[in-house]
């Protein structure tokens, strides 16, 4: 049978009592994304002050340099990972796009070409991840796993196991040049253009708002009218997209198209994301939360090498933020349901109503 | 012969199962005030009553799901106190449920035996003797399922055959059915019926729980009826009467329970003609005029949901066509419905209806999120707004806006599931249960508003399994059986036994 | 109620007709069938352009490579079949790879079966912790494991730094054990199969095996009907450890060099070998025979590809259509068997 009882989530069943208000400027001030924003903040006030040439315009620009990719390749997996899907192909389209451009470039294309064509190959991948899973309806998890070694294998296709640099000199310069005196990378300019994109496409558009009731209930975005298989189709198609432009930014900072570029950041993207408070199980997360993970990590793992601290610790780094930032809340919500129950039981029950209570306990 | 304080023994001896007075309270809700059901050996039990009388409160805690927090629990005479499903099993109960729960992967034989396989050679467990004794299960029972098979794609009634066989080898006691029949077919009733009847010949006890009379009086051999969380009566079969049993069950007058007030019938606004979905309902033809609640009726299972679904387009439909106010709605798609003037409110409010961990203004402006946005962009106030002018409406308070709709009551989370459909101002409201699990005020509020909106010139197509809302409220009754429309009654000629008898329409030619 | 059912070993004998039917009919319902006849007709194409592909060296160089990806995979499928999955595995690998050449180095002269040992319960270890984030806080494993992944390449990092140990840091014996063959079958492949043989056995033929299927079928209903869930789902991650350690301890028998990045990236070989062999990605069915094989097929592609003078460069992109293959058919089935569904069932997509 198909059909499977689901737990119910834990609030709710017993929700009669006066619920805890509060205003919404404090709610906003308390949320899971101003938290990771305070994290964020007091990391660098702390790196700023104990660590020696961290506070420097050259911190900002290599910091955000080495950032760029999983921040860029972040901003649509928040979007899947919302509507309770997930993408583990986007580095292998990274390294595919990559591939592409070297061997394109190599063959005598005109740059403008060939960046055309690599990024409408990352539109097309996105586009096959989108089919399967979306229309055709197979499970996201298992697809990507297939795409992310079927990707990976063309760019190996495609280039074997040659390295091309000999791009123009004047671009791959403009792809790690300075705004002004600020350190800031020029290229972030397009980056911020991507981050806003998605962050109002995601918060202040009808899609985005179908998207989170996509993530909680199926049925329940249906019944308003959303159509699913659409939304998760282009939702794939602008990962693929972005993750090609990814992939053009790392063989031109790079200067370097091989085909194993950007291999493994796709477990990076996710680690940045959960980090940044989106649900594994959907419905929940936001875009500025997910910039503040990403930038955390970053911000860690440089501060941790201008700390001298061995550079093969930071992934360690890495790991334990991404369990604590998901085992925590479970132990908060424990705790939380915990007190709750003693506050029921010390409640004296009022005898105002009937026995029409479905309490809705997974019943076998 | 009527036992209003039920003895704890009477001439068949000790009871099998005996619970008296059992209470069990969620918060301030009380979901069962006076739990009361004996059952003797040898004996096929009804429990009858309207949703919500709490029966399915009183099987959990039989089941070892609940514990209740009042009562006395006897099983053959002594005390018990279940902490756990495994406890009520060991204890010789076995519940099986409308839709029973097998594990769709493995094989028939398995979940017969998960967790206590026969073993044979080194302690590994002897697949050829769990298949013999599997068959063994089988051939009793009369049924032969194939024990290699998976049990994925077994019909319900097939389920529900291997859960009894499981209770068998688990050697049960105490049998108890709850609302088994609701999806089977008139063939799947006899047989079902005919293991019950040779389950009691050897001695078991089965409690039988079903919204069926002709199944009940033709099966059970003693009936208790619950009202409102308490126990009623109990009656020899033989001496009852369907309209005492019903009158007992209802408790109060129904006409005056929740008065739809008189509109104006206008105009067709939807008309849905020869609606059909293979395998699920066909022939289905009705109107619903503007000022109007229609009540589309029968059991659970009877393909109501579905017929509303496939209007509404969320599900598919073969044949047939669904028009609204003239014109022709395409079908499966949800979004052309909505434009058009349709709303629903689903009947699981915390799966369908309602984001839960949304707050109520976003769960309101989640159907106005295409209207509310000026060139493609939202703004929180604007949102807030909509949502605080519906809100207001329904009177749900101001400073739930921000507030998660889980942490709402289920009455106050039912009004935000209404504001969201009525801020589409709909033509058509389609309404699903719209009363199930909630409290007594908010429900007459609900009605009230049903009505009004009737006498606003909506039309209404109201879902709902409990009889006294359907008679209150319907101006016509559409009774469904089987996936067709068995009757269409007018107001006056509503009455429960009409209802009813339509409802359960093929069972006596079955039985 | 009268009729009690007593297990007994043995019991009469059911129509010997009827058992022949059901051999038939389960064999063409093997989840493993695919997999199995893929494996078949890539090793006769490849052999017949190729004779040199069935040489015994060529079945041994086939063999060896499968083997250690066949350990992780039947581990990987154990903890798959309860609805997890376990990405840590590279790392543990990695790990308990390392571990074995400084147990060499630090006790020259250690028995080769302690080493083994050794390394078994340090991977059982590393599960262990997997399990227990999983079970107790009830996080997703994909967001559990994913972390360890990184947490113990880590430590392997902090631990390796720059140091690598090279084959002759370790005694012959030991290095021995993955080029002497018995029959033509290389030692170490032999322990692989005598696992996968024992694995299958007590997810087969164990209560507790079976269990394991039943909470990857329905996690909620285990719960319901006492299964204990919480220690299961802690078993397989603990079994996937040991078997991730005792393929480390392989992994510095076969290769020359172990050094802090041993095993990057192993994690999605093997979670598509366990996929492409038949396992469900979200548990309930398939097998870890199916896995082994799935572990098989991958690895022979690379080989059959050289054989054939296909370019190597396209292995990858091979694994990755079977992969999606594997899906599609899983996909057809099921489609197959909700059509002969009584009831048709309209709420999903």
């Not at chain 1, 104990?50 to 950032?67: K, M, N, Q, Y």
């Not at chain 3, 017949?48 to 069935?54: H, Q, S, Y």
């Not at chain 3, 499928?77 to 390392?98: C, E, H, Q, Y």
Request: hydrophobic share 50%.
């Amino acid at each position: 049978m198909s059909e499977t009882v689901t737990a119910p989530p834990p609030t709710g069943t017993i929700s009669a009592l006066a619920p805890k208000k509060r205003s919404r400027a404090a709610r906003l001030l308390l949320g899971r994304d101003a938290i990771m924003i305070y994290a964020l903040l007091v990391f660098v006030l702390y790196a700023c002050i104990s660590i020696p040439r961290f506070a420097s315009p050259v911190t900002v620009g290599f910091l955000l340099l080495d950032v760029i990719p999983v921040l860029l390749i972040a901003m649509p997996m928040t979007l899947v990972i919302i509507t309770g899907e997930i993408d583990l192909s986007v580095a292998s389209i990274a390294g595919l796009t990559s591939a592409l451009m070297g061997v394109l470039w190599q063959a005598g294309l005109d740059m403008p070409l060939v960046l055309a064509i690599s990024v409408a190959a990352g539109v097309v991948a996105g586009a096959f991840n989108g089919f399967l899973i979306a229309v055709v309806g197979l499970p996201s998890l298992a697809v990507t796993i297939g795409t992310l070694a079927l990707f990976r294998g063309l760019a190996l296709v495609v280039i074997g196991d040659n390295a091309v640099a000999n791009f123009p000199p004047d671009l791959t310069a403009f792809f790690t040049s300075k705004i002004g005196g600020t350190g800031i990378p020029t290229v972030m300019i397009g980056v911020l253009i991507v981050m806003v994109f998605f962050g109002v496409l995601l918060h202040f558009t009808p899609f985005g708002r179908g998207l989170y009731a996509l993530g909680y209930s199926k049925e329940a975005a249906r019944f308003v009218g959303i159509k699913v298989a659409r939304s998760k189709f282009w939702l794939y198609v602008a990962t693929g997209s972005v993750s090609a432009l990814a992939g053009v930014y790392w063989t031109l900072r790079y200067s370097s198209a091989r085909s194993d570029n950007a291999s493994g950041l796709e477990l990076a993207v996710i680690a940045a994301v959960l980090l940044g408070g989106v649900s594994i199980f959907g419905g929940k997360g936001s875009i500025p939360g997910v910039i503040a993970g990403v930038l955390l990590i970053g911000t860690i793992n440089y501060a941790l090498r201008l700390g001298r601290v061995s550079d093969v610790v930071l992934i360690i780094v890495t790991g334990t933020l991404l369990i604590l930032s998901v085992v925590t809340p479970s132990i908060f919500a424990s705790v939380r349901r915990w007190q709750h129950d003693r506050q029921v039981r010390n409640s004296l029950p009022q005898v105002t109503t009937s026995g029409s209570t479905r309490a809705e306990h997974p019943a076998h | 012969m009527t036992l209003d304080q039920a003895p704890a023994t009477d001439a068949r001896g000790p009871f099998a199962l005996s619970l008296q007075g059992a209470a069990k309270t969620f918060g301030p809700v009380i979901a069962l005030a006076d739990g009361t059901v004996q059952l003797a050996a040898g004996e096929i039990h009804a429990l009858v009553g309207e949703n919500g009388a709490g029966k399915s409160t009183l099987v959990k805690i039989l089941a070892g799901l609940y514990h209740p927090d009042a009562g006395e629990f006897l099983v053959d005479g002594e005390a018990v106190a279940f902490r756990s499903v495994a406890d009520s099993k060991a204890a010789g109960i076995s519940v099986i449920y409308q839709e029973p729960t097998l594990f769709p992967d493995l094989t028939v034989a398995e979940n017969i035996f998960i967790g206590r396989q026969p073993k044979g050679r080194a302690g590994l467990i002897s697949r050829t003797a769990m298949r013999r004794q599997a068959r063994e299960l089988f051939a009793t029972l009369g049924v032969p399922i194939d024990p290699d098979r998976v049990a994925e794609g077994l019909s319900i009634a097939d389920q529900q055959i291997i859960e009894i066989a499981k209770a068998i080898s688990l050697d049960a006691r105490v049998l108890i059915m709850d609302e088994p029949t609701a999806a089977l077919s008139g063939i799947e009733v006899e047989r079902l019926f005919a293991v019950a009847r040779s389950l009691r010949d050897r001695g078991a006890a089965i409690l039988f729980i079903s919204h069926r009379f002709d199944e009940v009086f033709a099966l059970c051999d003693r009936i208790t009826v619950m009202r409102d969380g308490r126990y009623i009566a109990t009656h020899e079969t033989s001496g009852a009467t369907v309209e005492q049993i019903v009158r007992e069950m209802v408790g109060r007058d129904i006409a005056t329970l929740f008065p739809k007030e008189d509109a104006d019938i206008g105009d067709v606004v939807l008309s849905v003609v020869g609606l059909g979905r293979a395998g699920v309902f066909s022939d289905i033809d009705f109107d619903v005029r503007s000022g109007e609640i229609v009540a589309l009726s029968g059991l659970v299972g009877a393909g109501r949901t579905e017929v509303a679904r496939a209007v509404f387009g969320i599900d598919a439909y073969d044949r047939g066509t669904v028009t609204l106010l003239g014109s022709r709605l395409k079908p499966r798609d949800p979004q052309a419905a909505i434009n058009a003037g349709i709303g629903f409110v689903p009947e699981d409010r915390r799966k369908q209806g309602l984001v839960m961990d949304l707050t109520v203004a976003r769960n309101t402006a989640l159907t106005l999120r295409n209207s509310l946005a000026r060139f493609g962009i939202i703004s929180g106030a604007r949102e807030r707004e909509a949502s605080e002018k519906w809100s207001n409406l329904l009177q749900v308070k101001a400073g739930y806006q921000d507030l998660p709709v889980s942490t709402l009551s289920g009455g106050n989370q039912q009004k935000v599931v209404l504001a969201k459909w009525l801020a589409t101002e709909p033509k058509l409201l389609i309404v699903d249960e719209p009363t199930r699990g909630i409290d007594v005020g908010t429900k007459s509020a609900v009605h009230k508003l049903l009505s009004d909106l009737a006498g606003r010139g909506i039309a209404i197509l109201m879902i709902s399994s409990e009889l006294p809302e359907v008679l209150g409220m319907a101006d016509r009754v559409l009774v469904m059986h089987e996936g067709r429309i068995t009757a269409r009654l007018d107001r006056a000629d509503a009455t429960p036994e009409a209802v009813m008898h339509a409802a359960t329409a093929s069972m006596e030619g079955a039985l | 109620m009268t009729t009690t059912v007593q297990p007994t070993g043995s019991g009469t004998p059911t129509p010997a007709a009827s058992e022949k039917r059901n051999i038939i009919g389960s064999v063409m319902h093997l989840r493993e069938l695919p997999v199995i006849l893929a494996l078949v007709a890539l090793v006769l194409v490849t052999w017949a352009i190729n004779p040199l592909f069935l040489s015994p060296q060529g079945v041994k160089d086939m063999l060896l490579n499968a083997t250690i990806v066949m350990i992780l995979a039947v581990g990987q499928a154990i903890v798959i079949i309860t609805r997890n999955v376990d990405l840590s595995v590279g790392s543990i690998l990695g790990l308990v790879a390392f571990g074995t050449g400084t147990l060499f180095v630090s006790f020259p002269g250690i028995p080769i079966v302690a080493v083994f040992i050794l390394g078994m319960v340090f991977g059982a270890l590393l599960g262990a912790v997997n399990g227990l984030l999983v079970t107790l806080a009830k996080v997703p494993a994909l967001v559990i494991t994913l972390g360890t992944l990184y947490i113990y390449r880590g430590l392997n990092n902090a631990w390796a730094g720059g140091t690598q140990y090279f084959a002759d840091d370790r005694p012959e014996a030991f290095g021995n054990l993955s080029v002497d063959t018995v029959l033509g079958f290389p030692l170490i492949t032999l322990m692989a199969v005598f696992v996968v043989v024992i694995v299958a056995i007590f997810m087969a033929g164990a209560r507790s095996g079976r269990d394991l299927y039943a909470i990857g079928s329905d996690p909620d209903a285990a719960r319901v009907f006492g299964i204990p869930v919480t220690k299961r789902v802690l078993l397989a991650f603990v079994a996937n450890g040991v078997l991730a350690g005792l393929a480390g301890v392989l992994y510095t028998s076969r290769f020359n060099s172990v050094g802090a990045t041993t095993g990057t990236g192993l994690e999605l070989d093997v979670v598509a070998a366990a996929v492409v062999g038949g396992v469900a990605i979200f548990g309930g069915s398939g097998s870890v025979v199916g896995a082994a094989f799935g572990a098989l097929l991958l690895t022979t592609i690379t080989g059959a590809l050289t054989a054939v003078r296909v370019d190597k460069f396209w292995q990858q992109a091979i694994v990755g259509v079977l992969i999606l293959a594997s899906i599609v058919i899983d996909r057809i089935a099921s489609v197959r068997t909700a059509r002969r569904l009584r009831v048709s069932e309209a709420r999903d997509v």
